[in-house]
């Protein structure tokens, strides 16, 4: 079983770390903060440390991560330098989120409970799908988004996002 650094200690971390246990597939759950709460843990789960951490989260096990920051260009620069110390990121889909087969979600992307994400849809890597949100068919979210809880995007080829995909 893997082992998964969370990149991030405030709400959206939160959810995450809710969510990452639900799915059972890691051994040990842990976050990175450069301003870790106080106390040093968040539902039960360590603070690894600052991203001082990045240099030696492979040689401890955390070699999968997940940035849980709700700011978008934030969340897009932790996840660059996240890889530059070669981690590798993972898609945390909470058991209650219902994807469509023919959806495709990438890397490092969090879709959280009671999330619908229907057919020919197209996420980017790093976004965040949040809490109840409906990503309508043949939508594309671009890489680094965040759609909001409760959204509902209709189908037909909308797209959100930072930048096209190429």
């Known amino acids: 079983m893997k082992s998964l650094s969370v990149w991030g200690a405030s709400g959206p971390a939160k959810v995450v770390l809710d969510c990452a246990p639900a799915l059972r597939s890691f051994a040990r759950i842990g976050c990175i903060d450069d301003r870790p709460p106080s106390p040093p843990v968040l ?30 260009t934030d969340r897009a620069a932790c996840f660059e330098i996240a890889i530059a110390h070669g981690l590798e990121p993972v898609a945390v889909i909470h058991p209650s989120a219902i994807v469509a087969p023919t959806a495709s979600i990438g890397v490092g992307t969090v879709v959280m409970p009671g999330a619908i994400i229907n057919a020919a849809v197209r996420i ?8 109840g949100a409906v990503i309508e068919h043949d939508c594309v979210i671009g890489d680094h988004s965040h759609v909001s809880p ?8 909308r797209w959100i996002g930072l930048r096209r995909w190429a």
Not at 47 to 54: F, V
Not at 150 to 157: I, K, M, Q, V
């Open 43 to 72: 539902s039960d789960h360590p603070m690894l440390g600052d991203r001082s951490y990045l240099h030696s989260a492979c040689a401890n096990g955390y070699r999968h991560f997940v940035i849980a920051i709700g700011s978008n």
């Open 124 to 131: 980017g890597i790093d976004c965040i799908v949040n809490t």
């Open 150 to 157: 409760r959204a509902a995007l209709s189908g037909a080829y």
